[in-house]
């Protein structure tokens, strides 16, 4: 299979996930993690730096630059300029991995003028890859590497349509909990609590398996880039949230000089 965007031959980020995703598993399945804690105190493991050099070694083909946790630190600077560029997070979900929950990912997003036209979201311990966005107006999953299932699209929808639903399906992390995201839940007669770790919580949503997930709590871009962009190849996306705690119609953008995202809901 050859996936082309933009003139780019996309294949090598699934690709890249892939061969991340089968080096992760092997730390996994290991007795020693090599934990350390980094600068803002969020752990890193032997998997993180082994997905990492796999990736930006998979894309490197492209050409394109590379912006990814575990790489340098770019100055905002030199990647302003940048109007095409990957956002990598190697292993989403690094508390998760060392709990052995299974709730990780490989996040690779292809960002073009400040959005994600193109993501790839692999679970590697279901075998799972997903894959799209608005370049291609669907997205995809692939599981155990079988051919390709186009998603089911959802119908864009306005954030009032919850109000509507016997029970809202709220997707909560399994690590971020405040008492905004309480709140919000708060407001619903009827709710069902899907708590997720990584981007898994998007994929749910893009799987019509939850109808929102509310975040307030911090993520940086490249924890929701890929997984936006798969979103948004099924008809969903995620919306900034206000000062006053409302929903907006202003999009998450990426490669911001502060790459931390504000809160938003996504559905």
Same mark, same amino acid.
């Given at each position: ?169 709220? @997707?909560?992390?399994?690590?971020? #909990?405040?008492? =905004?995201?309480? *709140?919000?839940?708060? +407001?619903? /007669? ?43 190849? @099924?008809?969903?996306?995620?919306? #900034?949230?206000? =000062?006053?705690? *409302?929903?907006?119609? +202003?999009? /998450? ?15």
């Amino acid at each position: 299979m050859k996936l082309v965007i933009d003139d780019i031959d996309v294949t090598c980020a699934i690709e890249a996930a892939y061969a991340a995703g089968d080096a992760i598993m092997h730390v996994y399945n290991s007795a020693d993690f090599g934990i350390e804690i980094k600068s803002d105190k969020s752990p890193l493991t032997i998997a993180d730096k082994n997905a990492h050099h796999l990736i930006v070694d998979g894309l490197k083909q492209t050409n394109i630059p590379v912006l990814s946790e575990e790489g340098d630190d770019i100055p905002y600077a030199t990647r302003s300029k940048w109007a095409l560029f990957w956002m990598v997070d190697p292993l989403d979900g690094t508390k998760e991995f060392i709990k052995r929950n299974g709730e990780f990912t490989v996040n690779i997003a292809l960002i073009k003028n400040g959005k994600p036209i193109f993501g790839v979201v692999y679970s590697p311990v279901n075998e799972k890859m997903y894959y799209g966005g608005t370049s291609m107006n669907k997205s995809y999953i692939e599981t155990a590497r079988k051919s390709p299932v186009e998603l089911k699209q959802i119908t864009p929808k306005s954030i009032d349509y919850l109000g509507n639903l016997k029970t809202v399906r709220v @997707v909560t992390s399994r690590s971020h #909990q405040t008492h =905004e995201t309480l *709140n919000f839940i708060g +407001q619903y /007669l009827n709710t069902e609590l899907l708590p997720m770790g990584s981007s898994l919580k998007f994929i749910v949503l893009a799987e019509g398996e939850a109808d929102v997930y509310p975040r307030y709590a911090p993520c940086m871009e490249w924890d929701t880039a890929a997984a936006h962009a798969i979103l948004q190849g @099924v008809g969903a996306d995620i919306y #900034q949230i206000d =000062e006053h705690k *409302n929903g907006t119609n +202003q999009r /998450l953008k990426y490669n911001k000089e502060n790459l931390l995202n504000p809160n938003f809901i996504s559905y």
